[in-house]
Nanobody
Framework: QVQLVESGGGLVQAGGSLRLSCAAS????????MGWFRQAPGKEREFVAA????????YYADSVKGRFTISRDNAKNTVYLRMNSLKPEDTAVYYC??????????????????WGQGTQVTVSS
């Protein structure tokens, strides 16, 4: 069983920055693919970013490429999402997710088998 706890959300003005954190339980965190997704009211959950177990490979949605950075610290069992140049359309609940098996897709929610409770990010114009 893996527990994921997000933090760092909040209210920020357009153009501002936030850093989300996701702390994971489990002794094998360093073997998980980790992802961030978001869901705005009335919309489906969408992929934001993912990172390989080693951190060597990262993947981003086109809408956040160049503005968001995903990273991880395996010694702290934590994954981060640094969000710069935030826009009102980035407003959503952001979810951390873990893929604990080999071979799943990284950019669809179905590829992940553990989820956090989410943290709200609101960007005002």
């Amino acid at each position: 069983q893996v527990q994921l706890v997000e933090s760092g959300g909040g209210l920020v003005q357009a153009g501002g920055s936030l850093r989300l954190s996701c702390a994971a339980s489990g002794r094998t965190f360093s073997t998980y693919v980790m992802g961030w997704f978001r869901q705005a009211p009335g919309k489906e959950r969408e992929f934001v970013a993912a990172i390989s177990w080693s951190g060597d490979s990262t993947y981003y949605a086109d809408s956040v490429k160049g503005r968001f950075t995903i990273s991880r610290d395996n010694a702290k069992n934590t994954v981060y999402l640094r969000m710069n140049s935030l826009k009102p359309e980035d407003t959503a609940v952001y979810y951390c997710a873990a893929q604990t098996y080999y071979g799943g897709t990284y950019d669809f929610p179905a590829g992940y088998n553990y989820w956090g409770q989410g943290t709200q990010v609101t960007v005002s114009s």
